[in-house]
Nanobody, 115 residues
Framework: QVQLVESGGGLVQPGGSLRLSCAAS???????MGWYRQAPGKQRELVAR????????YYEDPVKGRFIISRDNAKNTVGLQMNSLKPEDTAVYYC?????????WGQGTQVTVSS
């Protein structure tokens, strides 16, 4: 079973950028991967997903045009470049398969957007 470890979160001012990384303990080359987030008091939601070879990406409307999902199958990593961050992007960010599998959830990485 693959374990996923997210990193790269932090505190950033509105309009700033962060790059998140998800490292997998095994091969994810055949897996559609996604980034998800959970804000305080809200359900976890999909942010973006990427096909197994990285040729197709999808973004939820709130992040479209600001976030970029990518992957490196040779390194078993998935990245999320977040630009023009807004306070409403504040959440714990997770990576997982798409659709998500309960046993794949990691600890996530906290992103806080605040002045």
């Amino acid at each position: 079973q693959v374990q996923l470890v997210e990193s790269g979160g932090g505190l950033v001012q509105p309009g700033g950028s962060l790059r998140l990384s998800c490292a997998a303990s095994g091969s994810i080359r055949s897996i559609v991967m996604g980034w998800y987030r959970q804000a305080p008091g809200k359900q976890r939601e999909l942010v973006a997903r990427i096909s197994s070879l990285g040729s197709t990406v999808y973004y939820e409307d709130p992040v479209k045009g600001r976030f970029i999902i990518s992957r490196d199958n040779a390194k078993n990593t998935v990245g999320l470049q977040m630009n023009s961050l807004k306070p409403e992007d504040t959440a714990v960010y997770y990576c997982n398969k798409y659709p998500p599998v309960d046993s794949y959830w990691g600890q996530g990485t906290q992103v806080t957007v605040s002045s």
